[in-house]
Nanobody
Framework: QVQLVESGGGLVQAGDSLRLSCAAS????????MAWFRQAPGKEREFVAA???????YYADSVKGRFTISGDNAKNTAYLQMNSLKPEDTAIYYC????????????????WGQGTQVTVSS
């Protein structure tokens, strides 16, 4: 079992930056792919970014060039640096993990955090 805890959300203005963190605990000795998803009110959960254990990164088109995912294997922590935030980025952001391979499908992730709210005002 793996437990994930997100932090770093908040209320910011358009154009500001935030960095989200996802701390993993439990059976972290196994290699995992880590991902960030988000869910806005009335919308389905959508893929934002993912990173493999070896550092390959994947992004949704809507955040490419503005968001950066990274990981610190020694700290069992993944990060999402979000720059040039827009009101449409407002959502609850969730961290997720699965064994080895990255996928953009939320249903294929085994472990989830509780989510952290990001609100971007115009």
């Amino acid at each position: 079992q793996v437990q994930l805890v997100e932090s770093g959300g908040g209320l910011v203005q358009a154009g500001d930056s935030l960095r989200l963190s996802c701390a993993a605990s439990g059976r972290t000795s196994t290699t995992y792919a880590m991902a960030w998803f988000r869910q806005a009110p009335g919308k389905e959960r959508e893929f934002v970014a993912a990173i493999t254990y070896t550092g390959f990164q994947y992004y949704a088109d809507s955040v490419k060039g503005r968001f950066t995912i990274s990981g610190d294997n020694a700290k069992n922590t993944a990060y999402l640096q979000m720059n040039s935030l827009k009101p449409e980025d407002t959502a609850i952001y969730y961290c997720a993990a699965r064994r080895i391979a990255v996928t953009r499908s939320a249903g294929e992730y085994d472990y989830w955090g509780q989510g952290t709210q990001v609100t971007v005002s115009s």
